[in-house]
């Protein structure tokens, strides 16, 4: 190959993976004056200003300015609003009062009706929720008012519900799919979240059955820039779900669409969560996927979207969304299993293939998997161990976290162009053997157990029909082979970005690993490039360059700051108080009273106040003692029935608080109900850490237990009582934190604690 076209080639390949990500969302631009029947990103961003200028979580003052918001813009749409208010524990054991937004638009036909669906609450305490769903109820707003802007009316009745208590257990969902007659009426639901504040938005289907129709009408509506693809979908399906999709998916058997975004992870539920670092492209995203699907699924039967059947399906720059029948998956595979068969008959008759140097194509391949292998998999452990503080990134991805992932990468691909190197006296042909038995290998493998990724086979037909290239021609041109490597690199930069986002940096072994398993598929073209060394030695260099510039973006700045945490926690029992916090590494705000010594939590670590990622206290030092009042507990039942011991207790606030933490020791609950909401039995049976419920507050309102237990049993009830004041309590003289620091997320946070011991003899 000649060197003009091994740069060229290069650059084709930089440009094809740059386009990779560049097709999958719009470009946002100012489109304030935009027609009246256009989606304008604009306008949208508005709702979202609006929305998000404070915490407004379930019992904060700001939620129901927030829900007072979406109601006016509503009925400034001339739509007829109601709310629709109640308990419910969903199947998480959280409870709280719900309070939906509802409103519809009457079809000309009495067919099942389209359902657009977000919600209000942002995530406790300090979360101002921009992304975190201000974006979907602003897309939401702003869609059905382009909509409605056209004078059309629809075919099928189209309702909006903007959801209460999301972000505490579904709770909005649990009670309109339970207990809202509307919910009979539904066909289909368009479902707009964010786990994130920026990236493409990934189109999610929640279906019991198969998703072939569904597949086929989101294809039929034919949305611009189309993010999805079925490996994510089986996934999905084989892990414990958390949208509000979901409960409608399981309870009301209604099927849907989710669309949920979550590049810039780190700002997920943080008070970073703002109008000024949400995705001006990413909110457009979400309405290129409104628009046309509420254009057509609006005008379309929605009465008939089940399927037995489902769908591979992926999204690639030009085509869109692929798909094609699982049916096909098996002889899609024999038939590549065939053609490996066949082209090795060829290469072999034609001597262009040696037994010897292609059992020797193994090692090169074997040895740069291993080492990106270990590296990845080794690589968050050791990024914590250099910088201790980003352990207090719960979520586990770093404000650097992009740097790394393309440091990550690189590293992949220098090994790759060593390892080859150190082989290159075996010829491209009898390389290629090795990498085509290994993609086959794996497309077998999920052809069997992950059939949603089967289209893994597409760029493996690519990759063997260069492989007949090769075999035949001695000096084949770099344009070809790299038109064939275009469906590898289309698909897989993407995930190999989107795996360690997602999932948080303890991920990097899929970077590493894929990156390796990608270059394999460009082996046709890297295997003619001359000086594979000089290709490995700029790939570390650019490793270590882009490890040094996340190193100089390590620390923690106004822009970038430091999750801390801080509790003044008091036991009612013994009349004690201590300070607390969840911070591995103690920052200087947070030292003026934890101090930087460890010390053992002691009890309250028994029992891990309830949080994502199950995070308990990592100090506790002695406080003094404050005058909290505790709350009221009324035993108002404590009886034997037949076997069943019959306990009711009633907990009422002394004092204004956010939440009720309630744990049992080990007894068997037969049954509980809360505030006349049953707990699940399902939740019962494998609710951990002795954990009974948790109470999310409104109003100041009590929490009633009624107990049913088997006679002999001698509980201990434990009780969390928390308020979110600490920094405003008048009791405490707590300073604003610096400007580098934000509330730490997923926990219990700026709380006065009281833990008090209810023991039953």
């Not at 009830?717 to 580098?740: G, M, V």
Request: charged share 15%.
């Amino acid at each position: 190959m000649k060197p003009f076209s091994k740069i060229t080639s290069l650059l084709l390949i930089l440009l094809a993976v740059y386009w990779s990500f560049k097709a999958a969302m719009p470009s946002y631009t100012e489109d304030i004056n935009t027609t009246k029947n256009a989606f304008s990103t604009d306008r949208a961003l508005t709702h979202v200003k609006n929305i998000s200028k404070k915490p407004h979580g379930v019992g904060f003052p700001a939620h129901t300015e927030v829900r007072n918001y979406i109601v006016s813009e509503l009925q400034s749409l001339g739509l007829e609003t109601s709310l629709q208010e109640g308990y419910t524990a969903g199947d998480w054991g959280n409870l709280s009062k719900a309070t939906n937004i509802l409103a519809r638009i009457k079809g000309s036909e009495d067919g099942k009706a389209l359902l657009l669906l977000s919600h209000y609450d942002s995530s406790p305490h300090s979360s101002l929720g921009a992304s975190d769903a201000g974006s979907g109820v602003a897309t939401i707003l702003e869609g059905v008012r382009a909509f409605l802007a056209e004078g059309k009316q629809p075919k099928n009745d189209i309702i909006i519900l903007i959801t209460d208590a999301e972000e505490l257990g579904l709770n909005g969902a649990d009670l309109f799919v339970n207990k809202h007659p509307w919910a009979k009426d539904l066909g289909l639901v368009l479902n707009f979240e964010a786990r994130g504040s920026g990236g493409p938005s990934y189109m999610l289907v929640e279906t019991n059955r198969g998703n072939g129709k569904l597949i086929q009408e989101f294809i039929a509506a034919n949305p611009k820039y189309p993010v999805a693809n079925s490996l994510v979908y089986s996934i999905y399906k084989m892990l414990p779900n958390d949208t509000d999709l979901t409960v409608f998916r399981e309870d009301g058997d209604i099927e849907g669409f989710n669309f949920a975004f979550i590049d810039d992870h780190f700002d997920y539920h943080t008070v970073r969560d703002n109008y000024n670092r949400l995705d001006r492209n990413t909110l457009a995203h979400q309405g290129s996927y409104l628009m046309p699907l509420l254009s057509y699924f609006a005008n379309s039967d929605l009465e008939h979207l089940k399927s037995l059947n489902d769908f591979v399906y992926f999204n690639v720059p030009f085509f869109k969304l692929v798909s094609y029948p699982f049916e096909w998956i098996w002889p899609m595979f024999a038939l590549a299993v065939l053609f490996f068969g066949i082209l090795l008959i060829i290469g072999f008759r034609k001597k262009t293939i040696q037994i010897n140097q292609l059992l020797k194509g193994f090692l090169p391949m074997l040895l740069a998997l291993v080492i990106n292998g270990v590296v990845g998999f080794y690589g968050w452990s050791f990024l914590k161990w250099l910088y201790p503080g980003y352990t207090d990134i719960l979520h586990g991805f770093t404000y650097n976290g992009h740097t790394y992932i393309a440091s990550f990468v690189l590293f992949a691909i220098a090994t790759c162009f060593w390892s080859y190197h150190k082989f290159k006296s075996i010829e491209t042909p009898n390389l290629l053997v090795a990498p085509i038995f290994l993609w086959t290998l794996i497309c077998g493998l999920v052809a069997a157990y992950l059939p949603g990724a089967s289209f893994f086979i597409i760029p493996l037909y690519a990759l063997m029909v260069s492989f007949m290239v090769v075999i035949n021609q001695k000096k084949p041109s770099a344009y070809l082979i790299l038109i064939l490597a275009l469906p590898a690199l289309w698909i897989y930069p993407p995930f190999i970005k989107m795996f360690p986002i997602g999932l948080g940096l303890k991920m990097m072994v899929a970077t590493t690993l894929l990156t390796s398993l990608t270059f394999y598929l460009l082996l046709p073209l890297f295997g003619f490039y001359k000086g594979k060394n000089r290709l490995a030695l700029i790939g570390f260099l650019l490793f270590i360059g882009f490890m040094v510039s996340a190193h100089f973006n390590s620390d923690f700045t106004k822009e970038n700051a430091k999750p801390t945490s801080l509790l003044y926690v008091l036991d009612a029992d013994n009349n004690t108080a201590q300070w607390a916090t969840y911070e591995n590494v103690v920052s200087a705000w947070t030292s003026q009273y934890i101090g930087k010594t460890k010390e053992v939590p002691g009890k309250l670590q028994e029992k891990t106040i309830s949080s994502k990622y199950s995070t308990g206290f990592t100090h506790m030092v002695d406080a003094p003692l404050k005058e909290i009042t505790p709350p009221k507990i009324d035993i108002t039942l404590d009886t034997i029935i037949g076997n069943d011991r019959m306990i009711t207790i009633c907990i009422t606030p002394q004092r204004d608080v956010n939440r009720l933490e309630v744990f049992t020791n080990a007894v068997e609950i037969k049954k509980a109900i809360v505030n006349s909401i049953p707990l699940s039995e399902f939740y019962l049976a494998q609710r951990k850490q002795g954990r009974l419920v948790t109470h999310y507050i409104s109003n100041n309102d009590y929490t009633e237990l009624q107990l049913t237990l088997p006679k002999e049993a001698k509980p201990e009830l434990t009780i969390y009582e928390a308020s979110n004041d600490l920094l405003t309590n008048a009791q405490f003289t707590i300073p604003e934190r610096p400007e580098n620091n934000i509330p730490m997320p997923f926990v219990l946070n700026d709380a006065i604690l009281i833990t008090k011991t209810i023991p039953f003899e």
